[in-house]
């Protein structure tokens, strides 16, 4: 499409819904005709810095080179085939460079569409595994409240069940555990009390829990709740104490968003099953993959299915599973680890706000940014003055954060912290 092609917004107002947004009072929607690097642009002419790389998936900003080029390659090769009784180049390389860069135990890929897939398939795991060891009784999952894992059905049956709306699928999703969300702050001291507690509920449940699922060390969408290291290891031993699979859910956090390349790498430790998707391509194309180890992989195949119950039409999709290894060597080759300390130093101009009466608390790990505030946000409002400062920030409830790319220069991080304070400041939002 020609990028000069008029938008017809009317068209999209009256016929197109966009995420969370109501078809009676919609959200105001931003024309974009193309992007470039850090930057979004708009058809009435604003060139905006972009502060959430495209929910938190493009790492290396838009349109790179090495990105576009192993796209364009693969498109003009095989853009998709059947992955029933095939395979493929690209699958394999992927599958091997995601062996190697996660913890040892985890051997075992499945190649899904989406994060929230991949979630519906690391919990078809944990019940396929115990079902396969005879344990019947094994059917439920523990999570944490403040949790977010998707928005299909057993996705969101174990995220924050006050966020997520349960009440309105009452009778339809599944009833699972839940505990409270981790309070120990990521550099302040681990609870003993909230460890206990958590073992106490482990001592109540074990013998109906199939695996506790989790965000390790920062929970996103459900809260930006960045929680104690310490908490994760204890979690750890509790599974291995009590036979309980542990899920960690790096959708948001791994491939280097925290610090680490995945945040459980925080703790120390590894879980059963590992999630993964959003920047696994570099925020080009949509594809995520359930990882696990040889005990779960090989204990479901010796099971009454002795397979896996899942198998997506884009299962390892050929211009996906391309895009995604073209976007790993990057991360490799461009030293992702110093770029991200860089964004983490320059997003230290965030803690300006806590100057401002409105302002909870601010906090920063990794490449991410967030202000708490008291009251929650008008985000129609907010944004456009954010429009009007060249800035792309998306909050949420009572959050105002950024996750941008890994390329984002100190400069372009200042003028987003300095239009959060100042939209702050003038109340506008």
Not at 169 to 192: C, D, I, M, R
Not at 214 to 235: S, T
Request: hydrophobic share 40%; net charge negative; proline share 5%.
């Amino acid at each position: 499409m020609n990028k000069n092609q008029p938008i017809d917004l009317d068209f999209d107002k009256q016929h197109i819904w966009h995420p969370y947004t109501s078809m009676i009072d919609p959200l105001p929607v931003y024309p974009v005709t193309h992007t470039d690097k850090n930057r979004i642009f708009l058809e009435t002419g604003e060139s905006l810095i972009d502060g959430m790389a495209s929910w938190w998936s493009a790492l290396h900003g838009y349109n790179h080179p090495k990105l576009v080029k192993a796209m364009t390659e693969q498109a003009s090769q095989m853009s998709h085939v059947m992955f029933g009784g095939i395979t493929h180049a690209p699958a394999v390389n992927l599958c091997k460079k995601l062996v190697e860069i996660t913890p040892e135990p985890l051997q075992r890929v499945f190649l899904a569409d989406s994060g929230s897939v991949s979630v519906e398939v690391a919990i078809k795991m944990a019940l396929q595994y115990w079902l396969s060891q005879g344990r019947q009784s094994k059917n439920k999952l523990m999570t944490a409240k403040k949790g977010y894992h998707g928005d299909t059905f057993a996705a969101m049956s174990v995220c924050d069940p006050v966020n997520s709306m349960h009440s309105m699928y009452q009778g339809f999703l599944p009833e699972h555990v839940f505990v409270e969300a981790p309070k120990s702050k990521f550099n302040a001291h681990q609870e003993e009390a909230e460890l206990a507690t958590l073992e106490q509920a482990f001592a109540e449940h074990h013998t109906e829990l199939a695996a506790f699922i989790i965000e390790p060390i920062v929970q996103n969408a459900g809260g930006m709740n960045f929680y104690n290291p310490a908490y994760l290891k204890k979690l750890r031993a509790l599974c291995d104490q009590y036979d309980v699979l542990l899920i960690l859910d790096e959708i948001a956090t791994g491939f280097g968003r925290t610090g680490k390349m995945f945040a459980c790498e925080h703790a120390d430790i590894s879980p059963d099953i590992l999630c993964v998707g959003k920047a696994l391509t570099g925020g080009c194309m949509t594809l995520s993959a359930t990882l696990t180890t040889d005990k779960v992989a090989l204990g479901i195949s010796q099971g009454e299915a002795k397979v896996l119950m899942h198998g997506p039409t884009f299962m390892g999709n050929p211009l996906a599973c391309a895009t995604a290894i073209a976007s790993l060597e990057l991360l490799e080759q461009t030293d992702w680890q110093a770029n991200v300390e860089r964004v983490y130093q320059a997003m230290q101009s965030l803690h300006q706000c806590e100057t401002l009466d409105a302002v909870k608390e601010v906090r920063t790990l990794g490449a991410i940014g967030v202000v708490e505030l008291f009251e929650t946000v008008d985000v129609a409002k907010i944004q456009k003055f954010f429009i009007q400062k060249g800035l792309w920030i998306r909050p949420f409830g009572k959050l105002i954060y950024i996750m941008p790319p890994y390329i984002t220069s100190d400069e372009d991080i200042g003028h987003l912290s300095n239009g959060i304070y100042q939209a702050i400041e003038l109340k506008a939002y």
